[in-house]
């Protein structure tokens, strides 16, 4: 049995509707949970198969730390899929610093975040003082470089153009798993967009402009 505690505002999060979405991580992941509503607490004990019981801990952890239950039951869809929190708080001096790298990983109206998802191909929630990951170990460790970056200062402009060249790489190893419009996989030939970055040295900002499709 291992034990995971939740933020206290998740928890109904976990629980679901008339406790919908907890009988669902019990059913796929084969786990019981027993949850304290007052705490945060969570107790999880495998139930039936021992290797999808594994998932069941990380599952409950990644809804803690702000995803949809859907996103987080996804790291059942097969062994590769992982789950990986950065703690911003742990590398930043004070509170008004905690603020303004979480600004700079959002950006102007999420677009920052939301391109780390779009070119990595994980999923990615910033919540709290966390960032939190699910996606293959490649996808994993193209966020958590672009993080890195970005905490140590690095000028938007430059992350993205890595992100660009790690969406490019990845598309032609054949590992992109990016999701479109039509909700279904990608494949290299729908992935294959070319991506522009404008960026001025005097200027942390950066246009990002995606070609007609």
Do not use: C, W
Request: net charge negative; glycine share 10%.
């Amino acid at each position: 049995m291992q034990h995971v505690r939740i933020p206290e505002d998740r928890i109904g999060v976990l629980i679901g509707a008339g406790g919908e979405t907890m009988r669902e991580i019990e059913e796929k992941a084969e786990v019981r949970l027993n949850i304290d509503s007052e705490t945060g607490s969570v107790e999880i004990e495998a139930v039936g198969d021992p290797i999808a019981a594994l998932n069941g801990p990380d599952i409950v952890r990644a809804i803690g730390r702000g995803f949809h239950p859907d996103d987080a039951l996804t790291l059942l869809d097969n062994e590769m899929r992982m789950f990986d929190l950065v703690d911003i708080d742990a590398v930043t001096r004070n509170q008004n610093d905690l603020e303004r790298k979480k600004g700079r990983l959002i950006g102007e109206n999420g677009r920052t975040r939301e391109l780390m998802e779009e070119l990595s191909g994980a999923s990615v929630v910033i919540y709290g003082k966390t960032l939190g990951i699910i996606g293959s170990p490649k996808e994993v460790d193209v966020v958590r470089s672009a993080v890195d970056m970005i905490i140590d200062g690095a000028p938007h402009g430059a992350v993205y153009s890595y992100l660009e060249r790690q969406h490019n790489e990845m598309q032609q190893e054949g590992m992109g798993y990016h999701e479109f419009n039509d909700g279904g996989p990608a494949t290299p030939a729908d992935a294959d967009i070319e991506f522009t970055v404008d960026s001025d040295p005097d200027n942390d900002g950066v246009e990002f402009e995606e070609p007609e499709t």
